[in-house]
């Protein structure tokens, strides 16, 4: 089985739905990071979290919600769907020591009509 | 700003030619440079860090090399099955391990 595991891992929807993005992880890892890569871009950092408790924005947060219901889970929300945020969306964790490498799952594969 | 440039954006090889994909950077304060691969329908998988200048880490056909500006992945020999996109990423400096990644490197290696 997959350390990180993402569902789903294909969804079209349309304009204005709310969509969540689930990642659980087996690794026993404290940080948790969402990211979203685009055709020609990095990947670049939705949100990030080191405990349940402790939720921080990335650089490009506007228009997306999280929640780390515990230490193994952490969920990615689009309230209201816009075509623009049609994207490859990846979970990644790591250990809690500074320059750790982090661990992506397969991600899910996000288009908005 | 933080920034992370690779290049080439894409890169067409023979079985068996030798090449080296460059990652260059800047940041305030190198804190790690690490090296990730990614297939097709996949996440990216983790390769390498580089920590300081003149260092430099080896797996199979792959050597990584860091300077105080860049970073080559260096390819010996290349096989097919090291076909897949290539991406680099430089911890920034801050409280946190926030990781800018550059748009990385397609390598196809052809028999």
């Known amino acids: 089985d997959a350390d990180v595991t993402q569902t789903p891992r294909n969804r079209i929807t349309k304009t204005g739905k709310r969509i969540m993005l689930e990642c659980s992880q087996t690794k026993g890892h404290d940080r948790m990071y969402w990211y979203r890569q685009d055709p020609g871009l990095g990947l670049r950092l939705i949100y990030y979290?080191?405990?349940?408790?402790?939720?921080n924005k990335g650089e490009i947060s506007d228009g997306y919600s999280v929640s780390r219901q515990a230490q193994a889970k952490f969920s990615l929300s689009l309230e209201s769907a816009i075509p623009n945020q049609t994207a490859l969306y990846f979970c990644?964790?790591?250990?809690?020591?500074?320059?750790?490498?982090?661990?992506f799952g397969d991600g899910t594969r996000l288009s908005i009509l | 700003e933080d920034q992370v440039t690779q290049s080439p954006e894409a890169l067409r090889l023979q079985e068996g030619e030798s090449s080296s994909l460059n990652c260059s950077y800047t940041v305030s304060g190198l804190r790690g440079l690490f090296w990730y691969r990614q297939d097709p329908g996949k996440g990216p998988e983790f390769l390498f860090t580089l920590y300081s200048a003149g260092e430099e880490k080896e797996k199979e056909r792959l050597k990584a090399t860091l300077t105080k500006k860049e970073s080559f992945l260096h390819i010996t020999a290349p096989k097919p099955e090291d076909s897949a996109t290539y991406l680099c990423?430089?911890?920034?400096?801050?409280?946190?391990?926030?990781?800018?990644f550059g748009a990385g490197t397609r390598l196809a290696v052809h028999p």
């Open positions: 979290s080191f405990d349940v408790k402790d939720i």
């Open positions: 990644a964790t790591s250990e809690g020591t500074a320059g750790q490498p982090q661990h």
């Open positions: 990423a430089v911890r920034a400096s801050g409280g946190y391990n926030k990781l800018i």
